[in-house]
């Protein structure tokens, strides 16, 4: 008697529990098409994050093949709250990025590292970093060039 009694408990509780309505579980299109700053509150109209960098392309120009060569992609947040980097891919797995942790504060400068391995390549190269942000656009590319020269084997 007692697990009948059980068992009549739990099917209960189950049948109650799958008639529940959550209310409405769509999300508003202006919640999505809203940068957010780091605190995670909405930004106001103008006082977005917005990441400038003093240059978007960088060559550098002949290196030997097998050369391990590095340079700082310098940016600054001109918009009026914390720019937050979520995220930096390189094209291939010779591309490296490293960007900075934290939120850079409006006004501040930080900068993206990249490093570039030309073993394996020859000739013109040319490969890129997306880099995912809380701007608009979130996405940004940058790009990296060098022709490398394969040495003569003697």
């Known amino acids: 008697m007692k697990t009948k009694l059980f068992i009549f408990l739990v099917i209960s509780v189950f049948v109650m529990s799958c008639g529940q309505d959550d209310g409405d579980r769509t999300i508003s299109s202006d919640v999505v098409n809203i940068p957010a700053t780091a605190s995670g509150k909405v930004a106001p109209v103008g006082s977005a994050p917005n990441i400038v960098f003093a ?3 960088h060559d550098f120009g002949k290196i030997t093949q097998g050369e391990i060569v590095t340079f700082a992609f310098v940016f600054t947040n001109t918009g009026g709250s914390d720019l937050v980097i979520s995220s930096a891919q390189g094209s291939c797995g010779c591309t490296i990025p490293e960007v900075p ?3 850079i504060k409006s006004g501040a400068q930080g900068k993206i590292d990249v490093k ?3 073993a394996g390549k020859s000739g013109l190269v040319q490969k890129t970093v997306t880099i ?3 701007c608009t656009p979130s996405t940004r590319v940058i790009t ?3 022709t490398v020269d394969v040495p003569e084997e003697e």
Do not use: Q, R
């Open 144 to 146: 990296i060039v060098a």
């Open 132 to 134: 995912v942000t809380n």
């Open 101 to 103: 942790k934290g939120a």
């Open 116 to 118: 570039f391995d030309s």
């Open 55 to 57: 240059e978007e392309k």
